[in-house]
């Protein structure tokens, strides 16, 4: 189960109500970041996250709303006592612009700090979750990134086992890598269970390489900047409207769509849940601090 954190829900500038881009997801002990933008530290600190238990942060682009958040985490983890290493990605220039931004500021980072430039095909490990980077279009150099929760592997089916007539005592030999009387552990394991995916877009327009990227996600974390009345303000700046996520997740046969960076000039964000819904039922505009939880089966 992947536990998504929705820390700020808005675009370009905060609001009263919105903070700037930043979703952070976990999965048993170790949580992802997604965007940074300024304030999110905070956010994270009224949030039932820690942010110690940061593993990764993946940057999407650098656009200020999406990173200016970042130094000033990095830092409070470190007054924090934080030691463990950590994981920092975004697009080509980010570990240039990441290095320029703490270096304007004395003091130093306390933890091992594992700076990198990805590119679209990239995998990353982010404590048991893997990361992969694909390619968006923004009209500067951007990126999504496709989160997966670990497979499971097969435990133990009593009923199999008790099919089998095995008794406890010979299931304990079973696994531990016995045959006995002709059972091995596969006779008696349940099927391998895959991990839940969840797909965050970053800023973007609609791209064939989003589509190919986030085909089969159970979720995705689309942005949505404008509502489909303003498809020709989307296609100027280089966004999508709600109307685009809903196509592409209805395309990518996802079982949830959650629309974020929406604009501030949309004071009531039901008309841009209805146009998605339209395309694609199982949509939702989450606020601030909002948590769900993403399965194989859906969310709740
Ligand atoms: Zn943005
Ligand atoms: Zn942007």
Do not use: W
């Given at each position: 189960?992947?536990?998504?954190?929705?820390?700020?829900?808005?675009?370009?500038?905060?609001?009263?109500?919105?903070?700037?881009?930043?979703?952070?997801?976990?999965?048993?002990?170790?949580?992802?970041?997604?965007?940074c933008?300024?304030?999110?530290?905070?956010?994270?600190?009224?949030?039932?996250?820690?942010?110690?238990?940061?593993?990764?942060?993946?940057?999407?682009?650098?656009h200020?709303?999406?990173?200016?958040?970042?130094?000033?985490?990095?830092?409070?983890?470190?007054?924090?006592?934080?030691?463990?290493?950590?994981?920092?990605?975004?697009?080509?220039?980010?570990?240039?612009?990441?290095?320029?931004?703490?270096?304007?500021?004395?003091?130093?980072?306390p933890?091992?700090?594992?700076?990198?430039?990805?590119?679209?095909?990239?995998?990353?490990?982010?404590?048991?979750?893997?990361?992969?980077?694909?390619?968006?279009?923004?009209?500067?150099?951007?990126?999504g990134?496709?989160?997966?929760?670990?497979?499971?592997?097969?435990?133990?089916?009593?009923?199999?086992?008790?099919?089998?007539?095995?008794?406890?005592?010979?299931?304990?030999?079973?696994?531990?890598?016995?045959?006995?009387?002709g059972?091995?552990?596969?006779?008696?394991?349940?099927?391998?269970?895959?991990?839940?995916?969840?797909?965050?877009?970053?800023?973007?327009?609609?791209?064939?390489?989003?589509?190919?990227?986030?085909?089969?996600?159970?979720?995705?974390?689309?942005?949505?900047?404008?509502?489909a009345?303003?498809?020709?303000?989307?296609?100027?700046?280089?966004?999508?409207t709600?109307?685009?996520?809903?196509?592409?997740a209805?395309?990518?046969?996802?079982?949830?769509?959650?629309?974020?960076?929406?604009?501030?000039r949309?004071?009531?964000?039901?008309?841009?849940?209805e146009?998605?819904?339209?395309?694609?039922?199982?949509?939702?505009?989450?606020?601030?601090?909002?948590?769900?939880?993403?399965?194989?089966?859906?969310?709740?």
């Amino acid at each position: 189960m992947l536990d998504v954190l929705f820390l700020g829900t808005g675009a370009s500038l905060p609001s009263r109500d919105r903070a700037l881009p930043g979703v952070a997801v976990r999965n048993g002990p170790d949580i992802v970041l997604f965007d940074c933008g300024e304030g999110t530290q905070r956010q994270i600190m009224v949030s039932p996250f820690s942010f110690m238990k940061l593993r990764a942060v993946f940057v999407t682009h650098m656009h200020g709303d999406h990173f200016y958040g970042l130094p000033g985490l990095l830092q409070t983890m470190g007054m924090m006592n934080r030691r463990e290493p950590l994981t920092v990605c975004g697009p080509e220039g980010f570990s240039a612009a990441l290095g320029t931004a703490l270096g304007l500021c004395e003091g130093e980072i306390p933890y091992e700090l594992d700076v990198r430039d990805v590119s679209p095909g990239d995998v990353v490990r982010a404590g048991r979750m893997g990361v992969s980077v694909f390619a968006t279009d923004h009209g500067i150099r951007s990126q999504g990134y496709v989160l997966r929760e670990p497979d499971s592997t097969g435990r133990v089916d009593p009923n199999k086992a008790r099919a089998l007539g095995l008794p406890s005592e010979d299931v304990r030999r079973v696994v531990g890598g016995e045959a006995v009387g002709g059972v091995s552990y596969a006779d008696i394991a349940a099927p391998d269970r895959r991990g839940a995916s969840l797909a965050y877009t970053g800023d973007t327009r609609p791209c064939v390489t989003l589509d190919e990227a986030v085909a089969g996600a159970d979720a995705i974390v689309h942005e949505s900047t404008y509502s489909a009345d303003d498809a020709d303000l989307a296609g100027r700046y280089l966004h999508s409207t709600c109307a685009d996520a809903a196509a592409a997740a209805a395309r990518a046969g996802a079982k949830a769509l959650f629309l974020v960076h929406v604009s501030n000039r949309y004071k009531d964000r039901r008309r841009l849940l209805e146009q998605a819904r339209a395309v694609f039922p199982e949509t939702y505009v989450p606020e601030d601090l909002a948590l769900y939880h993403v399965t194989r089966n859906g969310v709740r």
